[in-house]
């Protein structure tokens, strides 16, 4: 008996090492592909920002300047309306996007025929190719040929065409209304699985004691939902402000720079004017920004386990 439980203990162990062997090996190719990926990038942006790499004088054609190119983006009287525009897209969008996929998420719990069509079918603009989408809808809000105009002018609520891409005020309309039709889906999908969650039980209590649709909104459905909504707005306030496809195509930062948020004058300053260190510096300033969420997202995703 002695023999066997030995036996036993000596295999368990046999298999220990060869699992801490064999564990860290076969995570090499994941790290050695997110190192060149990710990590080679990273570092050479943010060595590039302390140089004043102008691509036109060639890839070796540059010198260290310190901290020159941050200070001259700090100094730079626009920097606080990019900054703002930033802002204003990502609060405008997590408000828009919110409150429609929360709506969605609320209807579509409800026991109705067809249910599982619907909930298919609001899935539709989340899978949706952004450029596509934005496409789409930079035809939408077309002045000349879009339907939103022929739809106005036809029932005869306007004599001319909206300048909805070209009025500085009137082209965040247009840009929120894409934004909430491309994202509220991905909101919709995680609040409903947060309500499927909830126990029936904690409503039916609340009906004994008199409480409304409000009420339980209020005191049951969004303290349920807190972890997962606090998640949300983390992420999507990380990838707002990273958005560049969607807005680019439908204004390329336009008219004028009423919608040039970070994102896209990072990608201005890199690709139209080549002063790649410089951008360097704009797009290293933004990660550290965006790094204050991300360490709050690790926060949270590690409470959660």
């Known amino acids: ?10 295999l368990r162990r046999s298999r220990w090492r060869q699992e801490g062997v064999w564990g860290p090996l076969l995570l090499v190719p994941g790290l050695a592909i997110l190192i060149l990926v990710v990590g080679y990038p990273c570092v050479q942006g943010i060595r590039w920002s302390f140089t004043d790499f102008y691509l036109l004088n060639g890839l070796t054609g540059w010198t260290s300047v310190g901290l020159a190119n941050y200070a001259k983006f700090l100094h730079d009287p626009e920097a606080a309306a990019y900054l703002e525009r ?4 990502v609060v405008a969008s997590l408000a828009c996007q919110f409150s429609i996929g929360l709506t969605l998420a609320l209807l579509l719990n409800r026991p ?4 599982a069509v619907y909930r298919a079918v609001a899935l539709v603009p989340w899978v949706t190719p952004p450029v596509v989408a934005a496409l789409i809808w930079r035809w939408i809000f077309h002045e000349q040929w879009g339907i939103v105009n022929a739809t106005l002018m036809g029932a005869h609520l306007t004599t001319q065409p909206v300048r909805w891409l070209s009025d500085p005020t009137l082209v965040w309309v247009s840009l929120l209304v894409m ?7 991905f909101w919709y999908v995680n609040i409903l699985a947060g309500l499927q969650t ?12 008199g409480a409304g649709s409000v009420a339980k909104l209020w005191h049951i459905t969004l303290p349920f939902l807190r972890p997962v ?3 949300l707005f983390l992420l999507e306030t990380i990838w707002r402000a990273n958005e560049f496809g969607t807005i680019w195509v439908m204004t ?35 990660t550290v920004l965006l790094s204050v969420f991300a360490l709050l997202y690790l926060r949270r995703a590690q409470m959660g386990q």
Request: no cysteine; aromatic share 12%.
């Open 1 to 10: 008996m002695a023999t066997r439980t030995g036996a036993a203990t000596a």
């Open 86 to 89: 930033t802002a204003v897209w």
């Open 112 to 115: 109705l025929r067809l249910r």
């Open 179 to 185: 934004s909430t039709w491309r994202f509220s889906p």
């Open 198 to 209: 909830i126990p029936r039980e904690m409503y039916d209590a609340a009906s004994v004691d």
């Open 229 to 231: 909504l606090s998640v």
């Open 252 to 286: 390329e930062g336009g008219p004028g720079k009423a919608t040039t948020t970070l994102a896209i004058l990072i990608y201005q300053t890199s690709f139209q004017f080549y002063r790649i260190g410089y951008a360097a510096s704009i797009a290293v300033t933004l």
